[in-house]
Protein backbone atom coordinates (compact mmCIF):
# COMPACT_ATOMS: atom_id res chain seq x y z
CA UNK A 1 0.00 0.00 0.00
CA UNK A 2 2.70 2.38 -1.34
CA UNK A 3 0.09 4.85 -3.53
CA UNK A 4 0.77 8.03 -2.92
CA UNK A 5 -2.27 10.47 -2.33
CA UNK A 6 -2.62 12.61 -5.05
CA UNK A 7 -5.12 14.72 -3.07
CA UNK A 8 -2.63 15.01 -0.05
CA UNK A 9 0.30 16.14 -2.24
CA UNK A 10 -1.87 19.02 -3.89
CA UNK A 11 -3.33 19.77 -0.38
CA UNK A 12 0.57 20.61 1.25
CA UNK A 13 1.39 22.23 -1.92
CA UNK A 14 -1.71 24.72 -1.82
CA UNK A 15 -1.99 25.35 1.98
CA UNK A 16 1.24 26.64 2.73
CA UNK A 17 1.00 26.02 6.82
CA UNK A 18 0.62 22.46 6.50
CA UNK A 19 3.61 21.53 5.84
CA UNK A 20 5.80 22.73 8.51
CA UNK A 21 2.90 21.70 10.85
CA UNK A 22 3.39 18.31 9.89
CA UNK A 23 7.32 18.34 9.98
CA UNK A 24 7.47 19.65 13.47
CA UNK A 25 4.34 17.31 14.51
CA UNK A 26 6.73 14.20 12.95
CA UNK A 27 9.75 15.71 14.97
CA UNK A 28 7.82 15.91 18.12
CA UNK A 29 6.61 12.55 18.20
CA UNK A 30 10.02 11.30 17.68
CA UNK A 31 11.05 13.68 20.28
CA UNK A 32 8.13 12.34 22.61
CA UNK A 33 9.05 8.63 21.85
CA UNK A 34 12.94 9.22 22.82
CA UNK A 35 13.31 11.75 24.70
CA UNK A 36 13.34 9.66 28.11
CA UNK A 37 15.82 7.06 26.79
CA UNK A 38 18.03 10.01 26.29
CA UNK A 39 17.14 11.49 29.67
CA UNK A 40 17.87 7.65 31.33
CA UNK A 41 21.20 7.84 29.34
CA UNK A 42 22.50 10.59 30.59
CA UNK A 43 21.50 10.42 34.30
CA UNK A 44 23.41 6.88 34.03
CA UNK A 45 26.64 8.63 32.85
CA UNK A 46 26.60 11.37 34.76
CA UNK A 47 26.16 9.34 38.08
CA UNK A 48 28.67 7.41 36.48
CA UNK A 49 31.31 9.55 35.91
CA UNK A 50 30.49 11.23 39.77
CA UNK A 51 30.41 8.24 41.66
CA UNK A 52 32.04 4.74 39.51
CA UNK A 53 30.61 2.66 42.03
CA UNK A 54 27.14 3.89 40.80
CA UNK A 55 28.10 1.05 37.87
CA UNK A 56 28.80 -1.57 39.62
CA UNK A 57 26.78 -5.05 40.22
CA UNK A 58 26.12 -4.71 43.18
CA UNK A 59 24.18 -1.62 42.50
CA UNK A 60 22.54 -3.07 39.53
CA UNK A 61 21.46 -5.47 41.58
CA UNK A 62 20.58 -3.09 44.19
CA UNK A 63 19.13 -0.76 41.80
CA UNK A 64 17.00 -3.10 39.91
CA UNK A 65 15.38 -4.81 43.08
CA UNK A 66 14.24 -1.29 43.75
CA UNK A 67 13.18 -0.34 40.63
CA UNK A 68 10.55 -3.57 41.21
CA UNK A 69 8.34 -1.53 43.66
CA UNK A 70 7.73 1.20 41.00
CA UNK A 71 7.74 -0.43 38.38
CA UNK A 72 4.91 -3.42 39.13
CA UNK A 73 2.44 -0.81 39.80
CA UNK A 74 3.27 0.97 36.94
CA UNK A 75 2.61 -1.70 34.39
CA UNK A 76 -1.05 -1.95 36.12
CA UNK A 77 -1.31 1.72 36.20
CA UNK A 78 -0.05 1.61 32.68
CA UNK A 79 -3.21 -0.15 31.64
CA UNK A 80 -5.21 1.79 33.80
CA UNK A 81 -4.54 5.19 32.13
CA UNK A 82 -4.08 3.83 28.36
CA UNK A 83 -7.76 3.56 29.08
CA UNK A 84 -8.10 7.03 30.11
CA UNK A 85 -8.46 6.31 33.95
CA UNK A 86 -6.19 6.20 36.67
CA UNK A 87 -6.01 3.83 39.67
CA UNK A 88 -4.81 5.93 43.10
CA UNK A 89 -5.02 2.98 45.19
CA UNK A 90 -2.50 0.93 43.93
CA UNK A 91 -0.26 1.76 46.79
CA UNK A 92 -2.69 1.24 49.51
CA UNK A 93 -3.35 -2.19 48.13
CA UNK A 94 -0.11 -3.09 47.60
CA UNK A 95 0.19 -2.85 51.80
CA UNK A 96 -3.07 -3.85 51.71
CA UNK A 97 -2.07 -7.38 50.65
CA UNK A 98 1.28 -7.34 52.19
CA UNK A 99 -0.06 -7.47 55.36
CA UNK A 100 -3.21 -9.47 54.93
CA UNK A 101 -0.52 -11.89 53.54
CA UNK A 102 1.86 -11.55 56.20
CA UNK A 103 -0.95 -12.41 58.64
CA UNK A 104 -1.96 -15.06 57.01
CA UNK A 105 1.38 -16.77 56.75
CA UNK A 106 2.08 -16.11 60.75
CA UNK A 107 -1.37 -17.60 61.39
CA UNK A 108 -0.86 -20.56 58.92
CA UNK A 109 3.55 -20.98 59.72
CA UNK A 110 2.50 -24.10 62.25
CA UNK A 111 0.94 -26.11 59.74
CA UNK A 112 3.86 -25.71 58.02
CA UNK A 113 6.43 -22.93 55.90
CA UNK A 114 5.74 -24.12 52.02
CA UNK A 115 2.04 -24.42 53.30
CA UNK A 116 2.24 -20.88 55.14
CA UNK A 117 3.76 -19.06 52.17
CA UNK A 118 1.57 -20.08 49.59
CA UNK A 119 -1.79 -19.49 51.47
CA UNK A 120 -0.38 -16.23 52.58
CA UNK A 121 0.85 -15.56 48.93
CA UNK A 122 -2.67 -16.57 47.86
CA UNK A 123 -4.66 -14.20 50.53
CA UNK A 124 -2.27 -11.34 49.69
CA UNK A 125 -2.84 -12.00 45.77
CA UNK A 126 -7.30 -12.25 46.75
CA UNK A 127 -6.93 -9.09 48.37
CA UNK A 128 -5.94 -6.94 45.39
CA UNK A 129 -7.79 -8.93 43.37
CA UNK A 130 -10.84 -7.90 45.35
CA UNK A 131 -10.20 -4.39 45.51
CA UNK A 132 -9.17 -4.18 41.64
CA UNK A 133 -12.54 -5.79 41.08
CA UNK A 134 -14.32 -3.36 43.43
CA UNK A 135 -12.83 -0.25 41.86
CA UNK A 136 -13.98 -1.64 38.47
CA UNK A 137 -17.14 -2.21 39.31
CA UNK A 138 -17.97 1.12 41.32
CA UNK A 139 -16.22 3.17 38.04
CA UNK A 140 -18.80 0.80 35.56
CA UNK A 141 -21.69 0.36 37.14
CA UNK A 142 -21.96 3.34 39.52
CA UNK A 143 -20.26 5.80 37.00
CA UNK A 144 -18.44 7.45 39.48
CA UNK A 145 -14.94 8.97 37.75
CA UNK A 146 -12.09 6.39 38.44
CA UNK A 147 -10.12 9.17 40.19
CA UNK A 148 -12.98 9.61 43.12
CA UNK A 149 -13.41 5.63 43.06
CA UNK A 150 -9.82 5.18 43.44
CA UNK A 151 -9.23 7.83 46.21
CA UNK A 152 -11.96 6.40 48.25
CA UNK A 153 -10.50 2.66 47.92
CA UNK A 154 -7.27 3.74 48.28
CA UNK A 155 -8.40 5.40 51.58
CA UNK A 156 -10.42 2.02 52.67
CA UNK A 157 -7.05 -0.14 51.99
CA UNK A 158 -5.12 1.94 53.72
CA UNK A 159 -7.15 2.28 56.46
CA UNK A 160 -7.84 -1.90 57.14
CA UNK A 161 -3.84 -2.00 56.67
CA UNK A 162 -3.79 -0.41 59.78
CA UNK A 163 -6.83 -1.86 61.43
CA UNK A 164 -5.76 -5.53 60.42
CA UNK A 165 -1.90 -4.60 61.85
CA UNK A 166 -2.71 -2.71 64.82
CA UNK A 167 -0.28 0.04 63.09
CA UNK A 168 2.86 -2.38 63.95
CA UNK A 169 4.74 -4.12 62.07
CA UNK A 170 4.23 -7.83 61.37
CA UNK A 171 6.91 -10.25 62.23
CA UNK A 172 8.08 -13.60 62.44
CA UNK A 173 7.12 -15.10 58.94
CA UNK A 174 8.25 -17.95 57.96
CA UNK A 175 12.10 -17.71 57.35
CA UNK A 176 12.33 -19.61 54.41
CA UNK A 177 10.82 -16.24 52.62
CA UNK A 178 13.95 -14.50 52.87
CA UNK A 179 15.46 -17.06 51.04
CA UNK A 180 13.28 -16.87 48.08
CA UNK A 181 13.40 -13.18 48.23
CA UNK A 182 17.61 -12.93 48.05
CA UNK A 183 18.06 -15.69 45.98
CA UNK A 184 19.49 -15.05 42.40
CA UNK A 185 18.01 -15.80 39.34
CA UNK A 186 20.12 -16.32 35.65
CA UNK A 187 23.07 -14.99 37.39
CA UNK A 188 21.29 -11.40 36.58
CA UNK A 189 18.42 -10.80 38.40
CA UNK A 190 17.44 -10.86 41.74
CA UNK A 191 13.88 -12.63 42.47
CA UNK A 192 11.47 -10.11 42.43
CA UNK A 193 13.27 -8.03 39.87
CA UNK A 194 12.90 -12.10 37.68
CA UNK A 195 9.25 -12.00 38.60
CA UNK A 196 8.90 -8.18 37.46
CA UNK A 197 10.70 -9.08 34.21
CA UNK A 198 8.17 -11.57 33.79
CA UNK A 199 4.99 -9.32 34.36
CA UNK A 200 6.61 -7.23 32.23
CA UNK A 201 7.22 -9.31 29.12
CA UNK A 202 3.50 -10.86 29.91
CA UNK A 203 2.28 -7.47 30.33
CA UNK A 204 3.92 -6.31 26.50
CA UNK A 205 2.74 -8.90 24.86
CA UNK A 206 -0.71 -8.85 26.11
CA UNK A 207 -1.16 -4.90 25.07
CA UNK A 208 -0.23 -5.05 21.41
CA UNK A 209 -0.96 -8.39 20.49
CA UNK A 210 -3.81 -9.37 21.87
CA UNK A 211 -7.35 -7.89 21.38
CA UNK A 212 -7.83 -7.38 25.13
CA UNK A 213 -5.06 -5.39 24.52
CA UNK A 214 -6.41 -4.04 21.49
CA UNK A 215 -9.50 -2.88 23.41
CA UNK A 216 -7.83 -1.03 26.02
CA UNK A 217 -6.75 1.24 23.54
CA UNK A 218 -9.73 1.82 21.94
CA UNK A 219 -11.58 2.65 24.75
CA UNK A 220 -9.33 5.20 26.03
CA UNK A 221 -8.73 6.29 22.42
CA UNK A 222 -13.11 6.47 22.37
CA UNK A 223 -15.09 4.94 24.55
CA UNK A 224 -18.31 5.63 22.29
CA UNK A 225 -16.49 4.28 19.01
CA UNK A 226 -15.80 1.06 21.17
CA UNK A 227 -19.43 1.05 22.54
CA UNK A 228 -20.62 1.34 19.00
CA UNK A 229 -18.26 -1.25 17.60
CA UNK A 230 -19.84 -3.72 19.86
CA UNK A 231 -16.84 -3.80 22.62
CA UNK A 232 -17.87 -4.56 25.74
CA UNK A 233 -16.41 -1.51 27.15
CA UNK A 234 -17.74 -2.06 31.01
CA UNK A 235 -15.98 -5.64 31.03
CA UNK A 236 -12.87 -4.70 29.71
CA UNK A 237 -12.44 -1.74 32.19
CA UNK A 238 -13.80 -4.27 35.07
CA UNK A 239 -10.25 -6.65 33.94
CA UNK A 240 -8.36 -3.25 33.95
CA UNK A 241 -8.82 -2.60 37.00
CA UNK A 242 -8.60 -6.33 38.64
CA UNK A 243 -5.54 -6.62 36.60
CA UNK A 244 -4.06 -3.30 38.10
CA UNK A 245 -5.13 -4.63 41.81
CA UNK A 246 -3.78 -8.22 41.49
CA UNK A 247 -0.38 -6.54 40.49
CA UNK A 248 -0.25 -4.72 43.25
CA UNK A 249 -1.04 -7.10 45.55
CA UNK A 250 1.84 -9.25 43.85
CA UNK A 251 3.93 -6.43 44.09
CA UNK A 252 3.52 -5.96 48.39
CA UNK A 253 3.74 -10.01 48.38
CA UNK A 254 7.46 -9.61 46.81
CA UNK A 255 7.90 -6.72 49.71
CA UNK A 256 7.31 -9.51 52.17
CA UNK A 257 10.00 -11.78 50.49
CA UNK A 258 12.62 -9.30 50.55
CA UNK A 259 12.28 -7.82 54.10
CA UNK A 260 10.72 -10.66 55.91
CA UNK A 261 8.39 -8.25 57.56
CA UNK A 262 5.10 -6.77 56.82
CA UNK A 263 4.82 -3.19 57.51
CA UNK A 264 1.89 -1.44 57.46
CA UNK A 265 3.53 1.48 55.78
CA UNK A 266 4.92 0.00 52.69
CA UNK A 267 2.93 1.26 49.57
CA UNK A 268 2.53 5.00 50.96
CA UNK A 269 2.64 7.14 48.26
CA UNK A 270 4.09 4.40 45.92
CA UNK A 271 1.21 5.33 43.72
CA UNK A 272 2.77 8.24 43.19
CA UNK A 273 5.76 6.88 42.15
CA UNK A 274 4.01 4.48 39.48
CA UNK A 275 2.23 7.10 38.09
CA UNK A 276 5.41 9.46 37.45
CA UNK A 277 6.75 6.45 35.82
CA UNK A 278 3.76 5.94 33.69
CA UNK A 279 3.64 9.34 32.59
CA UNK A 280 7.42 9.91 32.28
CA UNK A 281 7.44 6.79 29.75
CA UNK A 282 5.09 8.58 27.50
CA UNK A 283 1.45 7.18 28.28
CA UNK A 284 -1.21 9.73 27.34
CA UNK A 285 -2.89 11.06 30.52
CA UNK A 286 -5.97 11.61 27.74
CA UNK A 287 -6.29 7.76 27.08
CA UNK A 288 -5.26 5.47 24.21
CA UNK A 289 -1.57 6.10 23.67
CA UNK A 290 0.84 4.10 25.80
CA UNK A 291 3.63 1.94 26.00
CA UNK A 292 5.11 -0.89 28.34
CA UNK A 293 8.72 -0.27 27.14
CA UNK A 294 8.16 3.47 27.60
CA UNK A 295 6.88 2.62 31.28
CA UNK A 296 9.55 0.63 31.80
CA UNK A 297 12.16 3.81 31.27
CA UNK A 298 10.10 5.82 33.39
CA UNK A 299 10.31 3.33 35.94
CA UNK A 300 14.25 3.18 35.33
CA UNK A 301 14.39 6.65 35.75
CA UNK A 302 12.49 7.29 38.73
CA UNK A 303 14.90 4.14 40.47
CA UNK A 304 18.34 5.41 38.71
CA UNK A 305 17.82 8.68 40.52
CA UNK A 306 16.27 7.62 43.37
CA UNK A 307 19.34 5.05 44.35
CA UNK A 308 21.90 7.42 42.51
CA UNK A 309 21.32 10.04 44.83
CA UNK A 310 21.29 8.08 47.48
CA UNK A 311 25.08 6.95 46.57
CA UNK A 312 26.17 10.62 45.98
CA UNK A 313 24.77 11.17 49.65
CA UNK A 314 22.68 13.61 48.11
CA UNK A 315 20.06 14.60 50.86
CA UNK A 316 17.15 12.42 49.99
CA UNK A 317 14.36 15.35 49.62
CA UNK A 318 16.27 16.49 46.53
CA UNK A 319 14.50 12.91 44.77
CA UNK A 320 11.28 13.98 44.38
CA UNK A 321 12.44 17.44 43.77
CA UNK A 322 13.75 16.08 40.76
CA UNK A 323 10.56 13.23 40.27
CA UNK A 324 8.98 16.27 40.20
CA UNK A 325 10.25 18.52 37.61
CA UNK A 326 10.09 15.59 35.22
CA UNK A 327 6.50 14.97 35.38
CA UNK A 328 6.14 18.69 34.67
CA UNK A 329 8.04 18.21 31.74
CA UNK A 330 6.48 14.77 30.83
CA UNK A 331 2.60 16.03 31.13
CA UNK A 332 3.38 19.43 29.41
CA UNK A 333 5.39 17.67 26.33
CA UNK A 334 1.78 14.82 26.86
CA UNK A 335 -0.93 18.18 26.37
CA UNK A 336 1.44 19.38 23.76
CA UNK A 337 1.36 16.15 21.12
CA UNK A 338 -2.22 16.13 22.14
CA UNK A 339 -3.14 19.00 21.31
CA UNK A 340 -0.94 18.58 18.01
CA UNK A 341 -2.74 16.01 17.75
CA UNK B 1 -37.23 -7.78 -7.30
CA UNK B 2 -36.97 -8.01 -3.92
CA UNK B 3 -36.17 -4.81 -1.62
CA UNK B 4 -33.23 -5.55 0.58
CA UNK B 5 -34.93 -3.63 3.32
CA UNK B 6 -38.31 -2.66 3.25
CA UNK B 7 -40.25 0.22 6.12
CA UNK B 8 -43.91 0.30 6.64
CA UNK B 9 -45.31 2.87 8.03
CA UNK B 10 -43.06 3.93 10.59
CA UNK B 11 -43.84 6.03 13.13
CA UNK B 12 -41.82 7.49 15.68
CA UNK B 13 -42.79 9.54 19.13
CA UNK B 14 -40.53 11.03 21.23
CA UNK B 15 -42.80 11.57 24.45
CA UNK B 16 -45.92 13.46 23.08
CA UNK B 17 -43.38 14.92 20.11
CA UNK B 18 -44.29 13.37 16.83
CA UNK B 19 -40.57 12.51 14.85
CA UNK B 20 -41.90 10.27 12.25
CA UNK B 21 -45.79 10.39 11.17
CA UNK B 22 -45.72 7.74 8.84
CA UNK B 23 -42.64 6.96 6.79
CA UNK B 24 -42.99 4.02 3.91
CA UNK B 25 -39.44 3.46 2.49
CA UNK B 26 -37.97 0.96 0.43
CA UNK B 27 -34.36 -0.03 -1.12
CA UNK B 28 -33.46 -2.43 -3.53
CA UNK B 29 -30.22 -4.17 -4.43
CA UNK B 30 -27.61 -2.32 -5.51
CA UNK B 31 -29.50 0.93 -5.78
CA UNK B 32 -28.32 4.42 -3.68
CA UNK B 33 -31.15 6.49 -2.40
CA UNK B 34 -30.91 9.48 -1.46
CA UNK B 35 -32.89 11.10 1.78
CA UNK B 36 -33.88 14.65 1.85
CA UNK B 37 -35.83 16.86 3.88
CA UNK B 38 -35.99 20.06 5.63
CA UNK B 39 -34.44 20.32 9.32
CA UNK B 40 -36.23 18.04 11.24
CA UNK B 41 -38.09 16.34 8.93
CA UNK B 42 -37.02 13.47 10.55
CA UNK B 43 -34.29 11.88 8.65
CA UNK B 44 -32.10 11.45 11.59
CA UNK B 45 -34.95 9.48 13.47
CA UNK B 46 -35.56 7.30 11.01
CA UNK B 47 -31.89 6.04 10.15
CA UNK B 48 -32.11 5.75 14.04
CA UNK B 49 -34.76 3.16 13.49
CA UNK B 50 -33.33 1.68 10.97
CA UNK B 51 -29.78 0.93 12.81
CA UNK B 52 -31.32 -0.11 16.04
CA UNK B 53 -30.21 3.27 17.79
CA UNK B 54 -34.01 3.85 18.71
CA UNK B 55 -37.04 1.87 18.66
CA UNK B 56 -40.10 2.76 16.10
CA UNK B 57 -43.88 3.09 17.78
CA UNK B 58 -45.45 1.99 14.93
CA UNK B 59 -44.44 -0.31 11.65
CA UNK B 60 -42.64 -2.50 10.47
CA UNK B 61 -38.99 -3.19 9.14
CA UNK B 62 -38.35 -6.15 7.07
CA UNK B 63 -35.14 -7.61 5.09
CA UNK B 64 -35.33 -9.84 2.43
CA UNK B 65 -39.09 -9.94 3.11
CA UNK B 66 -38.55 -11.14 6.50
CA UNK B 67 -39.84 -8.92 9.49
CA UNK B 68 -36.92 -8.19 12.12
CA UNK B 69 -36.66 -6.08 15.20
CA UNK B 70 -33.16 -4.61 16.02
CA UNK B 71 -33.26 -3.96 19.93
CA UNK B 72 -30.02 -2.71 19.29
CA UNK B 73 -27.37 -1.26 16.79
CA UNK B 74 -25.40 -4.46 17.53
CA UNK B 75 -28.71 -6.41 16.29
CA UNK B 76 -28.78 -4.46 13.23
CA UNK B 77 -25.46 -4.78 12.35
CA UNK B 78 -25.81 -8.84 12.62
CA UNK B 79 -28.37 -8.37 10.12
CA UNK B 80 -25.83 -6.72 8.06
CA UNK B 81 -27.21 -2.80 8.18
CA UNK B 82 -24.47 -0.76 8.84
CA UNK B 83 -23.74 2.89 9.28
CA UNK B 84 -21.79 5.96 9.37
CA UNK B 85 -22.50 8.07 12.05
CA UNK B 86 -22.05 11.96 11.87
CA UNK B 87 -19.93 12.12 14.05
CA UNK B 88 -17.71 9.58 12.56
CA UNK B 89 -16.93 7.15 15.82
CA UNK B 90 -13.48 6.08 14.54
CA UNK B 91 -10.72 5.62 17.53
CA UNK B 92 -8.22 8.57 16.73
CA UNK B 93 -5.64 6.71 18.29
CA UNK B 94 -5.84 3.64 16.73
CA UNK B 95 -4.52 3.10 12.62
CA UNK B 96 -6.60 2.08 9.76
CA UNK B 97 -6.45 -1.43 10.19
CA UNK B 98 -7.80 -1.01 13.77
CA UNK B 99 -10.75 0.82 12.99
CA UNK B 100 -12.41 -1.00 9.97
CA UNK B 101 -11.64 -4.13 12.85
CA UNK B 102 -12.83 -2.84 15.52
CA UNK B 103 -14.93 -5.15 17.63
CA UNK B 104 -15.10 -7.87 14.87
CA UNK B 105 -11.01 -8.82 15.00
CA UNK B 106 -9.67 -11.70 13.49
CA UNK B 107 -7.38 -13.90 16.15
CA UNK B 108 -4.52 -16.72 15.08
CA UNK B 109 -5.33 -19.93 14.68
CA UNK B 110 -4.86 -22.57 17.47
CA UNK B 111 -3.79 -22.13 20.94
CA UNK B 112 -2.72 -18.54 20.69
CA UNK B 113 -5.93 -17.44 18.94
CA UNK B 114 -7.95 -18.96 22.05
CA UNK B 115 -5.84 -16.85 24.09
CA UNK B 116 -6.70 -13.55 22.27
CA UNK B 117 -3.69 -12.87 19.96
CA UNK B 118 -4.37 -10.48 17.07
CA UNK B 119 -4.07 -12.09 13.72
CA UNK B 120 -2.76 -8.87 12.30
CA UNK B 121 -0.66 -9.97 9.38
CA UNK B 122 -4.09 -11.11 7.81
CA UNK B 123 -6.12 -8.13 9.07
CA UNK B 124 -3.21 -5.78 7.08
CA UNK B 125 -3.67 -7.36 4.15
CA UNK B 126 -7.73 -7.83 4.25
CA UNK B 127 -8.04 -4.00 4.58
CA UNK B 128 -5.22 -3.37 1.86
CA UNK B 129 -7.17 -5.14 -0.64
CA UNK B 130 -10.59 -3.07 0.62
CA UNK B 131 -9.17 -0.33 0.62
CA UNK B 132 -7.70 -1.24 -3.17
CA UNK B 133 -11.14 -2.40 -4.38
CA UNK B 134 -12.83 1.03 -3.52
CA UNK B 135 -10.16 3.15 -4.85
CA UNK B 136 -9.34 4.44 -1.54
CA UNK B 137 -5.76 6.61 -1.04
CA UNK B 138 -4.24 6.23 2.12
CA UNK B 139 -0.69 5.86 2.48
CA UNK B 140 -0.48 2.73 4.74
CA UNK B 141 -3.08 0.44 6.70
CA UNK B 142 -0.42 1.28 9.28
CA UNK B 143 -1.59 4.90 9.45
CA UNK B 144 -2.81 6.03 13.09
CA UNK B 145 -6.75 7.78 12.04
CA UNK B 146 -5.68 11.00 13.56
CA UNK B 147 -2.85 11.85 11.33
CA UNK B 148 -5.74 11.70 8.28
CA UNK B 149 -7.83 14.08 6.82
CA UNK B 150 -10.66 15.01 7.55
CA UNK B 151 -12.31 13.24 4.26
CA UNK B 152 -9.75 10.38 4.63
CA UNK B 153 -11.31 9.53 8.56
CA UNK B 154 -14.55 9.74 6.63
CA UNK B 155 -12.84 7.36 3.85
CA UNK B 156 -11.85 4.87 6.65
CA UNK B 157 -15.88 5.01 8.42
CA UNK B 158 -17.17 4.38 4.75
CA UNK B 159 -14.82 1.32 4.28
CA UNK B 160 -15.49 -0.12 7.20
CA UNK B 161 -19.72 0.29 7.09
CA UNK B 162 -19.11 -1.15 3.04
CA UNK B 163 -16.93 -3.97 4.59
CA UNK B 164 -19.92 -5.18 7.19
CA UNK B 165 -22.67 -3.82 5.78
CA UNK B 166 -23.65 -6.53 3.62
CA UNK B 167 -27.36 -5.61 2.78
CA UNK B 168 -27.22 -1.94 3.63
CA UNK B 169 -24.76 1.00 4.31
CA UNK B 170 -25.97 3.96 5.84
CA UNK B 171 -24.71 7.02 6.29
CA UNK B 172 -25.80 10.20 7.82
CA UNK B 173 -24.51 13.42 5.80
CA UNK B 174 -21.19 12.36 5.37
CA UNK B 175 -19.78 15.06 3.79
CA UNK B 176 -21.28 17.72 6.33
CA UNK B 177 -17.91 18.45 7.74
CA UNK B 178 -16.23 18.27 4.29
CA UNK B 179 -14.99 20.47 1.66
CA UNK B 180 -16.04 20.28 -1.51
CA UNK B 181 -12.42 18.15 -3.11
CA UNK B 182 -12.93 15.74 0.23
CA UNK B 183 -16.88 15.80 -0.50
CA UNK B 184 -16.07 14.84 -3.94
CA UNK B 185 -13.92 11.99 -3.01
CA UNK B 186 -16.58 10.64 -0.37
CA UNK B 187 -19.47 10.76 -3.55
CA UNK B 188 -16.83 8.36 -5.57
CA UNK B 189 -16.43 6.17 -2.41
CA UNK B 190 -20.28 5.95 -2.54
CA UNK B 191 -20.33 4.81 -6.28
CA UNK B 192 -17.66 2.70 -5.65
CA UNK B 193 -19.73 0.95 -2.64
CA UNK B 194 -22.46 0.97 -4.84
CA UNK B 195 -20.32 -0.58 -7.58
CA UNK B 196 -19.97 -3.55 -5.17
CA UNK B 197 -23.38 -3.98 -5.09
CA UNK B 198 -24.03 -2.90 -1.88
CA UNK B 199 -27.11 -0.61 -1.22
CA UNK B 200 -26.33 2.71 0.38
CA UNK B 201 -29.00 5.32 1.82
CA UNK B 202 -27.45 8.61 1.65
CA UNK B 203 -29.14 11.57 4.19
CA UNK B 204 -27.60 14.52 2.42
CA UNK B 205 -28.90 18.56 2.48
CA UNK B 206 -26.94 19.36 -0.78
CA UNK B 207 -29.27 18.50 -3.62
CA UNK B 208 -26.15 18.34 -6.08
CA UNK B 209 -24.56 15.00 -4.08
CA UNK B 210 -27.71 13.71 -3.68
CA UNK B 211 -28.44 14.31 -7.85
CA UNK B 212 -24.70 12.90 -8.44
CA UNK B 213 -24.50 9.48 -6.74
CA UNK B 214 -28.59 8.71 -6.08
CA UNK B 215 -30.67 6.37 -8.12
CA UNK B 216 -33.57 7.29 -5.85
CA UNK B 217 -34.53 10.60 -3.86
CA UNK B 218 -37.26 9.78 -1.33
CA UNK B 219 -38.12 13.07 0.52
CA UNK B 220 -39.32 13.46 4.05
CA UNK B 221 -41.48 16.47 5.39
CA UNK B 222 -42.64 17.19 8.85
CA UNK B 223 -42.29 12.97 9.35
CA UNK B 224 -44.03 11.69 6.66
CA UNK B 225 -42.03 10.47 3.12
CA UNK B 226 -43.73 12.70 0.48
CA UNK B 227 -42.35 12.08 -2.75
CA UNK B 228 -40.21 8.99 -4.05
CA UNK B 229 -38.60 9.84 -7.04
CA UNK B 230 -36.27 8.46 -9.69
CA UNK B 231 -33.36 10.73 -9.79
CA UNK B 232 -33.19 10.68 -13.99
CA UNK B 233 -36.88 11.61 -14.07
CA UNK B 234 -36.88 14.26 -11.58
CA UNK B 235 -34.44 17.46 -11.42
CA UNK B 236 -33.54 20.37 -8.72
CA UNK B 237 -36.63 22.37 -8.88
CA UNK B 238 -38.83 19.31 -8.16
CA UNK B 239 -37.04 18.10 -5.44
CA UNK B 240 -37.35 21.55 -3.83
CA UNK B 241 -40.91 21.86 -3.78
CA UNK B 242 -41.05 18.53 -2.37
CA UNK B 243 -38.90 19.51 0.21
CA UNK B 244 -40.41 22.73 1.16
CA UNK B 245 -44.24 21.44 0.78
CA UNK B 246 -45.60 23.43 -2.05
CA UNK B 247 -45.66 20.61 -3.87
CA UNK B 248 -48.08 17.60 -1.76
CA UNK B 249 -49.26 14.07 -1.82
CA UNK B 250 -52.44 15.36 -2.58
CA UNK B 251 -51.38 16.98 -5.84
CA UNK B 252 -49.66 13.98 -7.15
CA UNK B 253 -52.67 11.80 -6.54
CA UNK B 254 -54.39 14.27 -8.60
CA UNK B 255 -51.43 13.70 -11.27
CA UNK B 256 -51.88 10.41 -10.84
CA UNK B 257 -55.65 10.43 -11.71
CA UNK B 258 -55.61 12.43 -14.87
CA UNK B 259 -53.04 10.19 -15.71
CA UNK B 260 -55.05 6.68 -15.40
N1 LIG C 1 -34.44 12.66 21.25
C1 LIG C 1 -35.46 13.45 20.87
N2 LIG C 1 -36.37 13.89 21.75
C2 LIG C 1 -37.40 14.67 21.37
N3 LIG C 1 -37.59 15.08 20.12
C3 LIG C 1 -36.72 14.70 19.17
C4 LIG C 1 -35.60 13.87 19.49
N4 LIG C 1 -34.91 13.63 18.36
C5 LIG C 1 -35.55 14.30 17.38
N5 LIG C 1 -36.64 14.94 17.86
C6 LIG C 1 -37.57 15.73 17.07
O1 LIG C 1 -38.00 14.95 15.99
C7 LIG C 1 -38.08 15.76 14.82
C8 LIG C 1 -37.22 15.12 13.73
O2 LIG C 1 -35.84 15.25 14.07
P1 LIG C 1 -34.64 14.65 13.22
O3 LIG C 1 -33.40 14.85 13.98
O4 LIG C 1 -34.99 13.28 12.83
O5 LIG C 1 -34.67 15.60 11.94
P2 LIG C 1 -33.63 15.66 10.72
O6 LIG C 1 -34.46 15.50 9.50
O7 LIG C 1 -32.51 14.73 10.92
O8 LIG C 1 -33.14 17.16 10.80
P3 LIG C 1 -31.68 17.78 10.43
O9 LIG C 1 -31.70 17.99 8.96
O10 LIG C 1 -31.66 19.08 11.15
O11 LIG C 1 -30.63 16.83 10.88
C9 LIG C 1 -37.65 17.14 15.20
O12 LIG C 1 -38.81 17.92 15.41
C10 LIG C 1 -36.89 16.95 16.48
O13 LIG C 1 -37.03 18.07 17.30
MG1 LIG D 1 -30.24 14.96 11.16
Known amino acids: ?7 LQTEDSQTVPAAPRAKSRAWLKKLGDFWTLGILV ?3 AVFGI ?17 MTETLLLAIGETYVIITAGIDLSVGA ?11 VMVALE ?34 VTPFIVTLGTMGIATGLTFILSGGTDVVNLPNQLSNIGNATVLGVFSFPTFVTVLCLIAAGIMLY ?36 GAIAALSGILLLTRFATGSPLTGTNDELNAIAAVVIGGTSLFGGRGTIVGTLIGAAIISVLITGLVILSVQPYWQTVAIGVIIIIAVWIDQFRHRMA | MEPVLQAKGIQKYYGSVCAIEHIDFEIYPGEVVALLGDNGA ?18 QILIDGKPVQFASPMEARRFGVETVYQDLALAPDLDVTANIFLGREILRGGLLGRLGFLDKREMRGQVAGRLDQLKVSIKSVAQIVSELSGGQRQAVSIVRAASWGRKLVIMDEPTAALGVEESAKVLDL ?8 IPVLLVTHTLPYAFDVADRIVVLRLGRSVADLRADETDTNEVVQWITGSKTVDRIAELQGHRG
Open chain 2, 42 to 59: GKSTFIKILSGVVKQNHG
Open chain 2, 190 to 197: IKQVKARG
Open chain 1, 1 to 7: MDNIDGR
Open chain 1, 110 to 143: PHGATFAMIGGTLAGMLTGVLFGLLNGLVITAMK
Open chain 1, 209 to 244: QTRFGRYVYAIGSNAEAARRAGIPVNRNLIKVYTLS
Open chain 1, 50 to 66: LQPSFLSVSNWFNTTTY
Open chain 1, 93 to 103: VEGLAGIVAAL
Open chain 1, 42 to 44: IIL
